[in-house]
C-alpha cells in the first residue's frame, strides 16, 4: 500500500480560517428556545450547533479551494474505505474513520496495532451531530422518528465545559444508548464513550464532509511517542495508510484531557490540553478531582474507562530513564551510577557506536553535568514551523551533537545527544513528543529526561506521558 501525503493548512485563528468553514447563524427564534432542546442548550454568544463547510467554487482563496478539495477527497475516502485517514487537530495527529461502520474502526486497531480493549475517542463537528449519537438507532433530534426526544439530550454535567472549553482539546465521558449508531469496536465493550470537538476548522470541516462523527486515536503505532507532525506519522504507518493530511506542527503536543461527569465528584481521568483549574472554573466542578491511577492503569485486568489509562504508551525505542523533579539526588543532573549503569548495558543501535541522549527542561546543565566535549554549538537543528526547507510539519527545538567522555576524560564513552526543551512547560509539552522521536532517529541506547512539577495544568500532562515511556523512573 502506497501512503499518500497531501498538504493543507490548519489557518486556526487566522482571518483565513472561515474559509474552511464557519458556525451557522442562528435567528432570535433558535437562541430564545422556541424548543426545550435550544431552551436548555447553553446560552451561549457563540454557536456551537451546526457547522458549514462551503464548496471549493464559492472560495475566492485559490489555496483554500485546493484545501477544501483536499478536504473532500479525504471525506469521500472515509465514507466509502475501511483503511483510516491521518489528519491534524489542534493537539497531535489523529487516525480517523468512521465511527459507525464496524469495517472502518477495525481498520484503525489493525493501522496502528492497537489491542482492542482500548477505547476510542470519537470526534465531531459540531453539537447537532453528538446529540444524534446521544440518541438510540432509529432516533433524530428533527422529529422524524416515532418518538423525538425532549429536551436537551447531552448531560446538563458538560453544558458549562461546553460553553467554555469547546472546541478544544477536552474529551467528555458520555452514557451510549444500548441501540447504538455507533460501532461496538469504538467503546470496547464499555457503557460510555468519549467524545470532543477539535479547535481545528480543518479537523472539523473533514469530519462534516465525512458525514459521520470519526473515531480517531492518535496517528502512531501503538505504543509510540504520539505524532505531532506528518512526518512522524508516515514514520511509523507508512504503507498501512493510503492517507495523511500534512498540516503542519500541532499547537499542544499532548492530547486532550479526559473528563467524567457522571459520577460525584467529577474526575479528570486523563490529564491533557485543558488544565483542572479551567474546569474547577466551570459551575459544577468546582471539586473535580484526579482519577489518573486507577487500577486499570496500575495494570489490573479491568476495562480501562478511558483511553491511554492501561497500556505502555508514548515509548520511543529507546529505554528512558526520567528524573522526578523532585527527587533531590538528580536536581543537577544525571547520577553518576546511572551513567555508568547506562554505559554497561548499552550496545549501540545497527552497528553505531554507542548513544547517551539528554533533554533538559528546568534546571539541569548542558548535558546533564556529563562530562562532555563538543557541544558547544547547536550542531542541528529540527526545524522551525517559520521555516519553508522544514519539510513535512516540525516542532522546533536544537539537538546538540558531541562525545560523552570516559571518568578519566581522556577517551570518548559513547556519543552525546542535548536536547533543552526550555523551561516554559507549554513548549516542553510542544517539543515532547518530537524530541523523544528524533533522539530515536539519531540512534539514542538511553535517554534521561528531566521531569517538570506535577501541577494541575498542563504539566501533569507532559509528566502522565513521560511516567509511561519510561523504563526507570527515579522519583
Known sequence: MKTRIIKVQQRDGSPSEAVLGRWAAED???????????????????????????????????????????????????????????????????????????????????????????????????????????????????????????????????????????????????????????????????????????????????????GAPLAAPSANASTKPSPTAAQHVLDDLEGRIELILDGGACDVGVESTVVDGMCQPPVVLRPGGVSIEALRACPGWEAVEKAYKDQAEMGAKTAPRAPGMKYKHYSPKARVVLYEAGFEGGKSGVLEEDLDKALEGCVGHEGREKAIAVIRTKQWPVAAGMRSVGLGQDSRVQGSDEDDNAGLGTTSFFVRQGALLSANGETTAARLLDVDLGQDIKRVAHGLFAALRELDRLGADVIFVEGVSDGDDIAAAVMNRLRKAASDIRA
Open 28 to 210: 432570535g427564534e433558535n437562541k430564545i428556545g422556541n424548543t426545550q432542546r435550544r431552551e436548555n442548550a447553553t446560552s451561549t454568544s457563540k454557536n456551537l450547533n451546526s457547522w458549514q463547510v462551503p464548496s471549493p467554487a464559492d472560495t475566492t482563496d485559490p489555496s483554500a479551494a485546493a484545501d477544501l478539495t483536499a478536504l473532500e477527497e479525504a471525506g469521500a475516502y472515509l465514507r466509502t474505505s475501511d483503511i483510516p485517514v491521518a489528519f491534524p487537530t489542534e493537539t497531535v495527529y489523529g487516525l480517523g474513520a468512521d465511527a459507525t461502520r464496524s469495517g472502518a474502526v477495525k481498520g484503525i486497531y489493525a493501522a496502528k496495532g492497537r489491542p482492542s480493549d482500548n477505547p476510542l475517542i470519537v470526534h465531531v463537528c459540531d453539537l447537532d451531530m453528538l446529540r444524534s449519537f446521544l440518541l438510540p438507532r432509529g432516533e433524530t433530534i428533527n422529529g422524524s422518528s416515532s418518538s423525538e426526544p425532549q429536551g436537551e439530550t447531552i448531560p446538563q454535567i458538560y453544558l458549562p465545559l461546553i460553553e467554555r472549553l469547546w472546541p478544544g482539546p477536552l474529551t467528555i465521558l458520555l452514557p451510549n444508548p444500548q441501540l447504538s449508531k455507533l460501532a461496538p469496536e469504538v467503546t470496547a465493550g464499555l457503557g460510555t464513550f468519549g467524545c470532543r470537538m477539535p479547535a481545528s476548522a480543518l479537523a472539523r470541516t473533514l469530519i462534516k464532509l465525512a
